[in-house]
């Protein structure tokens, strides 16, 4: 805004010239009322800051020239308390009048509110009906100045028809209509959904207690006698179309927290059905990436005893083709090829176990969960070279899935195995200690680059080629173990390798 101040204090000009900078307004300065008028005929203003009386004359003089008091607004700052001429200077539509005191913060305060209130993007909306021509004008040019919307209606009815076509932020209502009392108007508003919270404020030339009840108990919201006071009546139209906006705000945001926790439950569970397939999705898809390491894995666990067999049945060929295939080598012969059977079926058995879906915990520990994992990748470990340190000992009894925590054992001990065997590390170790209710995995495979350890337990992140790997072992494992079992799986680098550690709380130990 193009604001001038007209006071002759230099000190005072110069705080409010100072305020006014801040909230990036341009401030002139006139500290006479010569120099205010030179400034009024070369520029226009939108505001004017204004003191009375000046050293070569009185500021109100200036109130009169000016041409509309809508486009170049007056705030009087002065410390006259004149109560005729501050009266006048309302008819004449001045937004403010603020007494200058020992305290000029508060004033400057005044002031600032002022400039809010006229360059908000939000205007007020008002509608007036009085069958007064000269009130409802005398209202206008009291409160347009202000940034107000003044439509009127000189009767009831079409009053009413405004206010079905139009919103209103505020209603100035006459109790003496031509056609409508204003009590029936007041009962026909608040009988309809759609005013009950518009703000009403009733003039009346006559403030009999009897009228002032009526009115209030029927709906109004406020009472003012005909002639009014400029003042109190700005002040009651700032006051009930500031509480208008703010309970539309409040109605609003009411409307809209109903409508959050009415859906909440309904956004949640919609929110974990569908983490619940998502992490479905990845199971499956973790699973059947491991599909291909067992069966890798069954190979070498039948590799040996197929060997055997084949071995076997070549002795037993050449035993028969030379007529010694007698009774007591055929007793030695058909035990050893029934071991070697119970060990193909045994290796099926674990197998067919690991894949099986375990619908519902079961009472276990680490040192059967740990002899299940073994099973199955002890083998591929140790044709790998690889040095397997067990160190299991006072294990407690958990109520887990047990499936589910061999899946995460094997998962680890399988990285463990590339981790060693694509850093050709030499003397590659790796050691399973389980004690109570938790299991560690460490190998000498060098640690975590500090650069990704963050991201290890992340969906699809892989150190692996595409061909090697999918992403989702680890992250399927920390799901395992803190989603359906409730642990905790956690890992840190440590003595030039890295430990993974499971951890199942006491809660899930059946006494």
Known sequence: MNILIIEDSKTINNIIKKELIKLSHNADQAFTLKKAR?????????????????????????????????KTKVVVLTSSQDDDLREELFQYGILDYIIKDTNLLYSITEIIKIINQITSKIKGKILIIDDSKFICNQIKTILEPRNYTIDYSYNAENGLKML???????????????????????KLLRNHSKYINLPILV?????????????LKNGANDFLKK????????????LWIDYFKKEVELIDKTSKLEFTNNNLKKIIAHEVKKNREKDK?????????????????????????LNAISATVTFINQKVKMNKFDAKTSLVIVSKMHNYVQHLSSTI??????????????????????????????????????????DIKNTKKIFT?????????????????????????????????SDGTTLSIWDNGGGIDDTISNKIFDPYFSTK?????TGLGLYMSKIIVEKHCHGKLSTKNHNNGTIFTIDIPQKSIQK
């Open 465 to 469: 080629s595409e061909k090697e790997g």
């Open 38 to 70: 030179e400034l009024l005929s070369s520029k226009q203003y939108d505001l004017i800051i204004l003191d009375l009386h000046l050293p070569d004359g009185e500021g109100s003089e200036l109130i009169a020239h000016i041409q509309s008091l809508t």
């Open 227 to 238: 002639p009014f006071i400029f003042e109190e009546f700005i002040l009651k139209v700032d």
């Open 349 to 390: 058995d674990d197998f067919r176990t690991f894949f099986k879906p375990e619908k519902e915990k079961i009472l276990t520990d680490f040192e059967i969960i740990c002899k299940k994992a073994l099973n199955i990748i002890e083998i591929t470990l140790t044709n790998k070279n690889i040095i397997l340190i067990k």
């Open 164 to 186: 079905k076509e139009t919103t209103y932020n505020l209603l100035i209502l006459d109790m003496e209509l031509p056609d409508i009392h204003g009590l029936e108007v007041l």
């Open 401 to 433: 899935y047990e499936n589910e925590l061999i899946q995460v054992i094997i998962n680890l001990l399988k990285n463990s195995e590339d981790i060693l065997t694509n850093k050709n590390i030499k003397n590659p170790i790796i050691e399973i200690k």
């Open 281 to 305: 999705i990845m199971f499956h898809q973790s699973r059947h990436a491991q599909m291909g390491e067992m069966i890798a894995m069954i190979a070498h666990q039948w590799r040996q005893p």
């Open 203 to 215: 003039l009346s030339g006559t403030s009999t207690p009897n009228i002032i009840r009526d009115a």
